[in-house]
């Protein structure tokens, strides 16, 4: 009997041993009752992550890979894809994520044929604050501007916003939300009905998605000895003023040989008229956005051989002008004019020196917010630019003097740089909106000339201030 008791110990301690490991590998309360915590409950332990882990489980259930394809002729992969804040337009860009997009970028460059639009997602819910009728065309475009600076060409990339309310954002963040649509037509050869040419600058009528699926207005000028008809044509932002780069090479050609026909054709001049919607937003230093596209496409025209002193600006309001993808397809009109004579010409001198008078009885002076470069502008400031810019034009030999200042808050050298960066600001803008470059010279004086006291919020805003004077 007692050789039997051993035995019977050995097999109760193994029953209980093997009763302790079924309950803690089925119940998952083992690490619980080791703590010594017998009254929690086993699938809190089984379930619920410690609460330093719960950003790291979302973020990997969230995490997706980053695939761009171009049916056989390209692959880009990444482990993960980019993400955008809610509400926001600007990515998160892995360095991983950056150089799938480099590869996408030499793609691009590469296949001169291939155009890409970039579809960006965007929710209802979302709350747009950007300058483009909806967040989905802001991410397109700012993963665009990423795509140029790693060397894509900027005429092959379009964009266009897409409506989604089936995403979903994990921590408030979504992760994708671009989508890549490859095609074979470049951005130039969007083409329009050879019957209806129209003048160059269509009303841009379209169902918004993207710029591709508009008919681009063709470029036509017309004169005796002349005769342009170009299916491509230019395009420019709504609400902006600089036309989108690169032109065309249609359209540069285009501007070569109307170059060439007005040196041939010293009694022409060309009047270039901008055309703008009512529903813009005049961003410029001119009195209209339709003046301000004019004069910014006379830059390129001058560049291209034709003298400033024949090309005439003008605007035009459209007030059904729409805009296919936030564009405005085409913008300006092209027409060869007879050179003023005699009556027109006296007109224009009496204008001129009527300008000249009022710009040097009275030097402008542009403010700013405290360490900001932003510049305040109305109307009566546009009209004042409009007037100088046209005189700078017209009289070769004028200059300007643009003198950045600030009032006393921080220390005088950071000061001397700000008021250097307002006036620069203030130059390249200029510049921008047709004034010559070579004759405007910007300098700073910081906070060494108050026009004001800067004891009060009051004299200190005066004191913020950029100066241009006509010398």
């Given amino acids: 009997m007692r050789s039997i008791v051993p035995i019977l110990i050995l097999l109760l301690l193994g029953w209980l041993g093997l009763g302790t490991w079924w309950h803690y590998t089925h119940c998952g309360a083992g690490s619980q009752l080791l703590a010594g915590d017998k009254g929690a409950k086993p699938a809190a332990v089984a379930t619920t992550p410690p609460a330093d882990a719960k950003p790291a489980v979302a973020a990997a259930a969230a995490a997706k890979p980053l695939l761009i394809r171009d049916g056989s002729k390209f692959t880009a992969r990444a482990e993960e894809d980019f993400t955008f804040p809610r509400s926001n337009f600007k990515p998160n860009i892995p360095a991983k994520t950056e150089n799938a997009l480099r590869q996408l970028a030499a793609y691009l460059k590469n296949n001169p044929d291939r155009k890409l639009t970039l579809i960006g997602n965007y929710a209802g819910s979302e709350n747009n604050t950007t300058r483009f009728s909806n967040l989905g065309i802001a991410r ?75 008919q681009l207005p063709p470029m036509v000028v017309t ?68 003046l301000a596209r004019a004069n910014n496409v006379k830059q390129e025209l001058i560049k291209s051989g034709v003298d400033s002193k024949q090309i005439e600006t003008a605007d035009k309001l459209r007030p059904n002008l729409q805009y296919p993808n936030d564009k405005v397809l085409g913008g300006v009109t092209y027409e ?52 100088l810019i046209y005189y700078m034009d017209k009289k070769g030999d004028v200059e300007v003097t643009v003198t950045g200042h600030t009032d006393n808050v921080g220390n005088e050298e950071s000061n001397m740089k700000y008021g250097a960066g307002r006036a620069k600001f203030v130059k390249d803008y200029m510049v921008k909106n047709g004034a010559p470059n070579a004759r405007i010279k910007s300098s700073s004086k910081g906070e ?23 010398k």
């Fill in 140 to 214: 397109a475009d700012d993963v665009k501007r990423k795509l140029v600076t790693l060397g894509a060409p900027e005429g092959q990339l379009q964009t266009a916003g897409r409506k989604n309310d089936g995403i979903e954002f994990k921590n408030n963040l979504l992760y994708g939300g671009i989508g890549y649509q490859f095609a074979n037509a470049p951005v130039a050869a969007a083409t329009a009905d050879a019957g209806n040419e129209g003048d160059g600058a269509g009303d841009g009528a379209g169902d918004g998605n993207a710029t591709a699926n508009v």
């Fill in 223 to 290: 004169a005796p000895g002349l005769n342009i008809r170009e299916k491509a044509n230019i395009t420019f932002p709504k609400s902006g003023f600089e036309v989108d780069k690169p032109l065309p090479p249609q359209v540069q050609g285009a501007y070569k040989k109307m170059g060439d026909y007005m040196t041939k054709n010293p009694d022409k001049n060309l009047k270039v008229t901008g055309v703008y919607g009512k529903d813009e937003k005049n961003e410029s230093l001119l009195k209209t956005l339709g």
């Fill in 336 to 387: 060869v004019v007879d050179a003023p004579k005699d009556d027109a010409a006296n007109e224009a001198a009496a204008k001129l020196a009527q300008i000249e008078k009022d710009l040097k009885a009275s030097p402008r002076n542009l403010y700013f917010e405290t360490a900001k470069t932003q510049l305040i502008m109305d109307q009566d400031l546009r009209n004042y630019f409009t007037n």
């Fill in 448 to 470: 060494s000339a108050p026009i004001a006291t800067n004891d009060t919020n009051e004299g200190k805003a005066k004191n913020r201030r950029v100066e241009v004077r006509l």
